[in-house]
């Protein structure tokens, strides 16, 4: 089996697209095919046996399309099915709440941590659990920001409502003295100045995402799985709806063009 096969990326929609865009930056020459369930989005209101039915199906999608190795970029998915996702993936796994649980901890002096992300994830006490494990003296404060998903997807990074939506969200933390803040969302990066300015700027915002990234090169180094081959990587995308709009807003969260977007059909909303 070759190196040069690709890593499967997977999310419920477009989102995961801000996990891909770290992973070209810390993983250069890495090929990476990517599924989105547009079909089926969003992931974060539903029931963890939905979700956990939907990511065994993501799983073998990826699969089939001929994987080393599998990235959950979606934090509902990371949260409630990463045990069904290992257990059904031929290839090494790894999700983005324990990079992003890793992360903050080593950031935080205070010992006070935020999470935002959506309902499915803070009720899953997913990232609480992963901190407390790696240290059991940090206090976590969760809130769920589920009006940061469409706000993010329709381009109002600075826009006067999200400035009031993110400011209701966020205020409960404040009062927590938090200092460090886990953005347990693929959308949220997309929104990480007005978060920032919320806060003050004195509060350290931890991107799964990128955490994720750096824990995936040391997954392939592990399982000797990194790609020898030094030419430009090759980007793959594949959805389960028409590709309508997922190019354009998809280069947003991706922060470069994405090229030919295939469907796979059979997915039923
Ligand atoms: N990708 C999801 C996550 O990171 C957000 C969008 C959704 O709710 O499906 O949790």
New binding site residues.
């Given amino acids: 089996m070759s190196n040069s096969r690709p890593i499967g990326v997977f999310?419920?929609?477009i989102?995961?697209l801000t996990v891909v865009r770290a992973m070209t930056r810390h993983l250069p020459h890495e090929n990476i095919t990517y599924f989105g369930d547009t079909a089926r989005?969003?992931?974060?209101?539903k029931s963890s046996q939905v979700v956990r039915d939907y990511a065994a199906q993501d799983t073998d999608v990826l699969m089939r399309l001929n994987v080393k190795a599998i990235v959950i970029?979606?934090?509902?998915v990371s949260a409630v099915a990463l045990d069904v996702v290992q257990r059904r993936a031929k290839v090494p796994v790894i999700g983005v709440i324990i990079p992003g649980a890793e992360a903050a901890v080593l950031a935080t002096s205070k010992k006070r941590v935020g999470i935002i992300?959506?309902i499915?994830?803070v009720n899953s006490n997913a990232y609480t659990n992963a901190i407390r494990q790696l240290d059991p003296g940090v206090q976590v404060f969760a809130q769920p920001c589920p009006l940061f998903?469409p706000l993010a997807e329709e381009g109002w990074i600075d826009h006067k409502a999200t400035e009031l939506v993110a400011r209701e969200y966020l205020f409960p933390l404040t009062l927590q003295k938090i200092d460090t803040l886990i953005l347990g969302?693929?959308?949220y990066p997309l929104l990480s100045d007005v978060i920032g300015r919320i806060l003050h700027h004195d509060v350290t915002l931890i991107d799964s995402g990128e955490a994720t990234a750096r824990a995936v090169s040391l997954m392939l180094d592990q399982h000797d799985l990194s790609n020898p081959s030094r030419m430009k990587p090759n980007l793959q995308f594949y959805v389960s709806d028409v590709p309508y709009k997922f190019s354009e807003v998809g280069e947003r969260f991706l922060g470069q063009k994405l090229g030919m977007v295939h469907r796979i059909a059979g997915f039923a909303a």
């Fill in positions: 999310d419920s929609g989102g995961g989005v969003p992931y974060g209101p970029a979606c934090n509902t992300g959506t499915g994830t998903v969302c693929t959308h």
